[in-house]
């Protein structure tokens, strides 16, 4: 069965292949489209265009892919509903096509959405693409963020995907990739699972950033004092004040060909863990 939450959660077939692979990848590093295209019994040319949208998936090897993947019967069925619907050209055949997909899973749309939203929120490298966008030459594909960012081409993909979806990004007309807003914000009041999971991934960026990098690329400073807590909320502003100045800084750079992340850890060291 997929890695990912259900395929119910997509409206693209294309979408569910390159999640199966980026699962597959994640779990092993070694793990290729070919060796993918392999286990679906197809070339792996075959299996890279249509994952590209040039080639449109034949219903015989949705039904063997629906077979490899062990979908149950229905979602075997809105898979293949999925890839019926980027076949045909037929208005009323589509419409049909359409009616079926959301008698399945009428919750469809939203629940894509939701998804987005999630994994948007939950991986670093969606702000951090975001972000490259403000670069000098502002050139991005999958293969230039996979490089940049160190992950693999296929998350990459999907996240531009994902972000064009949410209308984060838009696309000009010198099919370049343009950001809507230019400060993304994302915090939360109450404890959130996809926040924490992204703090996890950008502490463990941190971790690696204090092995690897020079003092001149990064800055770690740590201090341990005694605190009265009832000063937390003037705390809380003057470190919001330091975010607010370091991103006035950065707008007025000139030449930003790297993107960099803050992060300011201030936590009680004495509270006893649950």
């Not at 980027?86 to 009323?92: A, G, S, W």
């Not at 096509?97 to 008698?103: A, G, H, Q, R, V």
């Not at 984060?168 to 939360?188: C, F, G, M, P």
């Not at 909320?233 to 992340?261: M, R, S």
Request: aromatic share 8%; hydrophobic share 40%; glycine share 2%.
């Amino acid at each position: 069965m997929l890695g990912m939450e259900s395929i119910f959660e997509h409206k693209n077939y294309r979408i569910i292949l390159k999640e199966v692979l980026s699962d597959r990848m994640k779990k092993n590093p070694a793990f290729s489209l070919r060796a993918l295209a392999k286990s679906f019994e197809c070339a792996p040319s075959t299996l890279s265009e249509v994952i590209k949208g040039k080639k449109n998936l034949s219903l015989e090897s949705a039904q063997t892919i629906s077979n490899k993947l062990s979908f149950k019967p229905e979602e075997a069925e809105y898979f293949s509903l999925l890839v019926q619907l980027e076949k045909t050209k037929n208005p009323e055949i589509k419409e049909r096509i359409l009616n079926s997909l959301m008698k399945i899973n009428p919750r469809q749309i939203k629940l894509s959405l939701d998804v987005d939203q999630f994994k948007f929120f939950s991986d670093w490298y969606h702000i951090a693409i975001i972000q490259m966008t403000f670069s000098e030459d502002g050139l991005l594909s999958p293969e230039i963020i996979a490089n940049k960012l160190q992950i693999n081409a296929t998350d990459a993909d999907l996240a531009l995907t994902r972000l064009l979806r949410l209308k984060v990004l838009t696309i000009d007309q010198d099919n370049r990739y343009r950001a809507t807003k230019k400060n993304s914000i994302i915090e939360s009041s109450a404890p959130n699972t996809a926040l924490q999971k992204y703090h996890h991934q950008i502490w463990d960026k941190a971790k690696a950033a204090i092995e690897k990098q020079t003092n001149e690329e990064k800055f770690v400073g740590t201090e341990t004092f005694s605190f009265d807590s009832e000063q937390m909320a003037e705390a809380k502003q003057i470190l919001n004040d330091a975010f607010d100045k370091i991103l006035a800084l950065a707008k007025k750079g000139k030449k930003k060909k790297d993107v960099y992340t803050m992060g300011i850890h201030f936590f009680n060291l004495t509270k006893a863990e649950d």
